[in-house]
């Protein structure tokens, strides 16, 4: 999107800093820095705490380029070139489960008071400088580090609470899902918006007073009235220890959000399929065949519920994306994998009927799901009929949607009398589906080169190999 030389492009997220931008280069990531940006970084670099976050990878791993002559041309305006550890996949806030935005919210704090502690901070405090190792958050944004200056403000606090502790408090406090809300604005919730959602009850909650009313109050006072509100909190007295203790103050309340759930619609899938131990154990060992031919750069498994095949998927593969449409089975999912593994899954909440779009300036801030990374293998089980009955996709479309891909497709087809497919036709009688092992049949023939196929004991599922024509 923006284009400084013939032979950069920069990624169109990082436009917004003058001082920084990010391109990629023959498979690396890397930070192009003004002069400004490289005083910043040579003073983060001789910090402890960025030291220590760097080798847990609590902070993206980051060298500088000493000699820049393989890269391509630059302006003469960057001083410096950074290199960051490469991230095997890209996801947004509106795609995570509450448990990893209130994990991305706790290494925002962490490394915001652990910069005050050696006389830097940051200048913005948004989920989007936050991605995933696995179910490990990790801050790369290393632009925004610079040196604190005494007397001056939290410059990220406004943002921090419109983009992490609104949508957590709201989602723990009044079951609101941040989903649609961080999709529809990313800019955040506002004090105001976080406020009328709220009730009188609510004030006697943990930080809903200081830090959602009264702020709420003191917004609407301060953005209609003149002067400059960080020369008059600098007069007052604001330091960073007053900056520390909010910090503190902040981080033990989100550590205290819990959402209570209860149950979903397939939250409970595990335990209630139609499989028998036959079909199941087949099913598998289709599956694994599969998966053990190759070692696959990138996976998909959508509607992955459990991640019992993302588990599988991940001894073949570098990294796994675990999708799923169900909040609660994400939540759960990314708990088990935060506690045991395995380090190269990462879930995702994804609705394939209607995907994360391009968000942002031009569409291209945020890309859209399909354009941060083509899987080499997708794993598509006993979801099908859920998309065709369920949400009206037609079937060639969607069999079409997974070969645009170009990689390999495990399908699961669950026929129409399966039970878990009667559920679904019991209130579409009055409609017709094109929704048929015939039908599937011919839809993968015409999209793929190679198709193998195996039915199952029981009868009414059947699963699909499907290749390119290229392989």
Not at 254 to 283: M, N, P
Request: charge should be neutral; charged fraction near 25%.
């Amino acid at each position: 999107m923006t284009v400084d030389t013939p032979a950069v492009r920069f990624d169109a997220g990082s436009f917004r800093d003058p001082d920084t931008r990010v391109f990629h280069h023959n498979g690396s990531v890397y930070r192009c820095l003004s002069a400004r940006a490289l005083a910043d970084w040579e003073q983060l670099a001789g910090t402890a705490f960025y030291r220590r976050f760097a080798a847990a990878r609590r902070v993206i791993p980051t060298r500088h380029v000493t000699d820049p002559a393989a890269l391509p041309a630059l302006d003469d305006r960057w001083a410096a070139v950074l290199e960051h550890e490469r991230l095997p996949f890209v996801s947004y806030p509106y795609e995570w489960s509450f448990g990893m935005l209130k994990d991305a919210a706790l290494l925002q704090l962490d490394v915001t008071r652990a910069a005050l502690d050696e006389e830097m901070t940051l200048k913005d405090a948004t989920p989007f400088n936050v991605q995933w190792l696995g179910a490990q958050p990790t801050f790369i944004d290393i632009g925004s580090f610079t040196p604190y200056a005494a007397g001056e403000p939290w410059a990220g606090y406004r943002q921090f609470c419109e983009t992490f502790f609104y949508p957590l408090l709201l989602q723990a406090y009044r079951n609101v899902p941040f989903h649609p809300w961080l999709r529809g604005s990313l800019e955040g919730i506002t004090a105001e918006q976080c406020n009328a959602l709220l009730s009188g009850r609510d004030l006697l909650r943990r930080g809903v007073l200081a830090h959602v009313y009264l702020q709420a109050k003191a917004q609407a006072r301060y953005d209609d009235a003149p002067g400059n509100v960080r020369q008059e909190l600098r007069a007052a007295g604001f330091g960073a220890a007053l900056i520390k203790h909010n910090i503190d103050r902040l981080r033990r309340i989100v550590e205290r959000l819990r959402w209570d759930a209860g149950r979903s619609t397939w939250s409970e899938y595990q335990r209630e399929h139609s499989y028998d131990d036959a079909d199941l154990r087949r099913k598998t060992e289709f599956v694994g065949r599969v998966l053990g031919s190759r070692r696959w750069p990138l996976v998909w498994d959508i509607g992955c519920n459990t991640g019992n095949y993302s588990r599988m998927a991940a001894g073949h593969a570098e990294y796994v994306l675990a999708l799923d449409a169900d909040h609660l089975v994400i939540e759960r999912l990314y708990q088990a994998l935060k506690a045991d593994g395995p380090a190269n899954v990462l879930p995702v909440l994804a609705d394939l009927a209607d995907p994360s779009p391009g968000l942002g300036w031009r569409g291209r801030e945020r890309l859209p799901l399909g354009d941060r990374g083509r899987p080499a293998l997708i794993l598509c089980l006993a979801l099908i009929h859920h998309l065709v009955i369920g949400r009206n996709i037609p079937l060639d479309d969607f069999v079409a949607w997974l070969a645009q891909f170009g990689g390999e497709v495990i399908l699961e087809f669950v026929g129409p009398e399966d039970p878990m497919v009667e559920r679904l036709l019991r209130n579409r009688r009055d409609q017709e589906f094109e929704y048929s092992s015939a039908a599937v049949s011919a839809a993968v023939e015409r999209h793929f080169g190679a198709v193998t196929h195996e039915t199952l004991a029981s009868g009414t599922r059947t699963l699909y190999h499907c290749r390119p024509t290229s392989r």
